[in-house]
């Protein structure tokens, strides 16, 4: 043991004399990224870290009360919530008057100008617009009255028609309501309209900027930052025009007891300066987290056990420094991708079932996730309508001798014939030892693996391209519904869409286009429950985890509390100046 | 498969030059015997040479993606360097790493001395507008940084060994070719090349079998001092994801103790390192004093 933490405390000294000193004079928070960002555009913010730098500077009609639980959804932009008409089908918005866009080069004098319902139009249109190939269409398919038609007429044209406003399901009835009319029932619609795809984006800012848009962020939201320029560095300062937006004053039981209220009616945003830092590796982020560079972080899984005790609770060490810990069950899904368009797994499911009973979940549970994670059954995660207790997966449970033998079935007995499968993965640590763990897994059974080793941006290019043959995946819930989590193989929605795995059922397709019409209740989550159970045994992916959250966070941080759909809540966080002084010399 | 090559090469040049050359290559040898230090260095590197081979043939360490015991056991009677995160044997991976090492230090040196040697002679040998070409072109090349030409040739090539070995004996020939290009330049008027040419002997011969079997002490110099530089390479590209993948090799083992350490198992990062020390060590040693000893320069004094 000693050798670790000699060797520890030469890497920190080198952490600490690189960085600058702290400066104690103004809030910032610190915050940190674990991937690359590809840019900020809202209609391609498809994975949890760019869609998390889009919200900290563009706004949607809707977002979720950052405190109450179950998660509830509360007006943004919008005024009050919608008025729905009695068929389910109409949503009209009324939305706030006076949001004034961030101050840009793009409009007329440098001065932002005021939010109309006609940018939630123009915002929309964007989304749909073939040539965006936004990776949040799927949300909207097929859903908005007009809408499909209008993306068909514009592209084939030679230039998408932004003013060709013939959408009757779209409609800016004057300058401050907006209608939406669907096609048929769908609950999960004023979801979509907290996520980012939704956000309004200012046309001047599109037109003004061409390609570089995305790389010139300007929303209404409660930061503004310049042009990003790639570095590993992002950095907001809080926009001074920002609406009247203030801290909630009540929230879920036992909220007021954590110190969760004591900002209740502030305005916000409540910290001037956020300065986001792109560390894809664990560790380097864990080393910053323990000096006091980062507010809060995860629990890198090699440093687990020195952290947390068997009884859930943190370490002596990290006690003494004022750390606290955050249990939450994360509504998410790991799962190992088939990518259905190669012939090798459209047709042949036994092969499949057989690489599925080959992986060993558990184990895999025990070295990633230290045991903490609840081994996947079916797609949808625990705390949701649709999930089972009591199903158990007869292709999940780790039996090499039946994989073997299904193996033989499938056509390849002992792997023989099979061509080598490309398992495409991040070049990161951890992410190679999961590549290593399931090439290791498949190799018991003959079936041979060749790992590479991408880039997140270059990684999720080649699911977007469907060009990836196997690679391993995780799916945060946008919202908390089924549908969110069974969508990923729906048919319609193959890539660029979710469904990575390019999964096509006729049968999956239609039972799922029915249940998702229905409204909430026990009918309708018992036939997800039904629906899930059935297509997971056809294997369209290998399943892992629903995962654990195990933030840390620092006694400067105030207000923080873990939330799935965490878009844009860096507006509610507050940094407490005098305990940092005090906390950080402790570190 | 290592060494064994190697020595395949000093044989050729010695029988492509039975007269001339034996000479100097015993002196050379009983220089270099005398030399306590580098001849446990050549020793030290026939054994990794042997072990590479011994691995690469599946003789020993053929197992290393067994498991074997616990996952991160400590190294003790049972496991002599402890096990891993999926208790696979952290010596076999040593070993293994070892034949991935050599490999790469061969095959790249395979690839850059033929470019090297012979773009350096020819530059040397005609002088001229062809002079002028190939030393525009290397320094060209040479004015790329090696750490971007080594990532984009893995980008372009994707990723895995055989790139590595490409990417590496691509990117080392520079240095070579310059040192060919000035000795060839200095050997080409001297009494014997001219002797060669009187007797009617054209370029082709007098380059070829005249003037190269003269200098190519360097290249045995360059591929001792080439191997240990491809051994970095290859532990650093594979440390940052962009070497080998799917088999151990220890720039991967440091990358695992990169979080490894935090759990105090500290056990892969000390025995890819001191593996790695330790031959690059010996092959740095080997090639200043194999310099000295064929230093044509030295010969006669001690």
Known sequence: MRVKSILLLGVLALAVSCTKKDNFKEKVLNLTVAAKIKGLDPVNT????????????????????????????????????????????????????????????????????????????????????????????????????????????????????????????????????????????????????????????????????????????????????????????????????????????????????????????????????????????????????????????????????????????????????????????????????????????????????????????????????????????????????????????????????????????????????????????????????????????????????????????????????RKAQMYGMAWLGDYPDAENFLQLIYGPNQSPGPNGANFDDAGFNKEFAIITKMQPGKERAERYAKLAQKYSEQVPWILGVHRTSFVLKHSWLKNYKFSTFNYGNVKYWDIDLDKKKEMVNKL | MGMSKTEVLVNNTQASDPLKGKSLWIDAWQRLKKDKVAVACLIIVILYAIVAVLSGVGLIAADWGAEVGPSYAAPGADYWFGTDIFGRDVLSKVIHGSQVAMSVGLISSLIAIPIGVTLGALAGYFGGWVDEVIVWFYTTFSSIPQIMLLMSIALILGKGINTVYIALGLTSWVGLCRLIRGEVMKHKNREYVQAAGAIGAGHGRKLFKHIIPNVSHIVIIFTSLQFQIAIKSEVILSYLGLGVSGQPSWGTMIDDAKLELARGVWWQLAGATLAMFVVVLAFNILGDALRDALDPKLKGKD
């Open chain 1, 46 to 465: 498809g994975d949890t870290y760019s869609s998390n730098e889009v919200a900290r500077v563009y706004e949607g009609l809707l977002q979720y009360h950052y405190l109450k639980r179950p998660y509830e959804l509360i007006p943004n932009l919008a005024a009050e919530m919608p008025k729905v008409s009695e068929d389910g089908l109409t949503y009209t918005f009324k939305i706030k008057k006076g949001v004034k866009f961030h101050d840009n080069k793009c409009f007329e004098g440098g001065k932002g100008r005021e939010l109309k319902a006609s940018d939630f139009v123009y915002s929309i249109q964007r989304m749909a617009d073939a040539r965006n190939v936004s990776v949040g269409w799927w949300l909207l398919d097929d859903k908005i009255v007009g809408l499909n038609e209008w993306r068909d007429r514009n592209k084939d044209a030679e230039k998408t028609n932004y003013d060709d406003l013939d959408i009757p399901g779209l409609k800016a009835l004057d300058d401050y309501t907006i209608q939406f009319k669907l096609k048929k029932p769908y609950p999960q619609f004023l979801y979509s309209l907290a996520m980012s795809y939704t956000y309004a984006v200012p046309r001047e800012a599109v037109e003004f900027y061409g390609k570089e848009f995305l790389n010139n962020p300007v929303g209404t939201g409660p930061y503004m930052t310049g042009t990003f320029t790639q570095t590993n560095t992002l950095k907001y300062e809080a926009n001074p025009n920002y609406r009247d937006e203030f801290y909630p004053s009540e929230g879920a039981p036992g909220d007021k007891e954590k110190g969760l209220l004591t900002s209740a009616g502030k305005k916000l945003p409540l910290v001037k300066k956020v300065i986001v830092n792109i560390l894809p590796e664990d560790q380097p982020r864990w080393l910053a987290f323990r000096k006091g560079k980062t507010d809060f972080n995860g629990i890198p899984k090699d440093n687990f056990e020195s952290t947390v005790t068997p009884d859930k609770g943190l370490s002596d060490e990290f006690k003494k420094q004022g750390v606290q810990l955050e249990i939450t069950p994360d509504l998410d899904i790991t799962y190992i991708v088939f990518n259905h368009d190669d012939p090798l797994f459209k047709d042949n499911v036994k092969l499949k079932q057989a690489m599925s009973l080959a992986y060993d979940n558990a184990e895999a549970n025990k070295l990633f996730y230290n045991n903490t994670a609840v081994l996947a059954q079916t797609p949808i995660p625990p705390g949701i309508g649709g999930y089972d207790e009591n199903y158990e997966n007869p292709y999940m449970k780790f039996d090499v001798e039946k994989a073997k033998k299904l193996l033989a079935e499938a056509g390849y007995p002992e792997g023989k014939g099979l061509p080598e499968i490309t398992y495409d993965t991040l070049s990161k640590t951890v992410s190679r030892q999961m590549a290593e763990f399931f090439k290791k897994n498949m190799a018991a059974i003959g079936v041979n693996i060749k790992i590479n080793t991408n880039t997140w941006p270059q990684l999720t290019q080649k699911v977007k391209k």
